[in-house]
Nanobody, 115 residues
Framework: QVQLVETGGGLVQPGGSLKLSCAVSGTIFSIYALAWYRQAPGKQRELVATIAYGGSTNYADSVKGRFTISRDNSKKTLYLQMHSLKPEDTAVYYC?????????WGPGTQVTVSS
């Protein structure tokens, strides 16, 4: 059973930074393309960023240039470094594979951007 635990969220002022982590257990980590998703209140869960097995990355237009996705295969951990945060980045952030292959999602981590 795959277990995902997202951490690192919090309350930050506009323009601030946060770094999210996702610890993965119960599966082989390194073979998957991985992703961060987010879900704001009243909205559908959306893809934020992906990182392939080889390390190539892609980003949603809304976060391009501000967010950086990375992975540490030895620690089975996925990261999302977020800079220049905006109120519209407020959401619960989740990790999964790039194709949402893992059926059990983690609890997510709340990011709130507000002054």
């Amino acid at each position: 059973q795959v277990q995902l635990v997202e951490t690192g969220g919090g309350l930050v002022q506009p323009g601030g930074s946060l770094k999210l982590s996702c610890a993965v257990s119960g599966t082989i980590f390194s073979i998957y393309a991985l992703a961060w998703y987010r879900q704001a209140p009243g909205k559908q869960r959306e893809l934020v960023a992906t990182i392939a097995y080889g390390g190539s990355t892609n980003y949603a237009d809304s976060v391009k240039g501000r967010f950086t996705i990375s992975r540490d295969n030895s620690k089975k951990t996925l990261y999302l470094q977020m800079h220049s945060l905006k109120p519209e980045d407020t959401a619960v952030y989740y990790c999964n594979t790039a194709t949402r292959q893992w059926s059990s999602w983690g609890p997510g981590t709340q990011v709130t951007v507000s002054s």
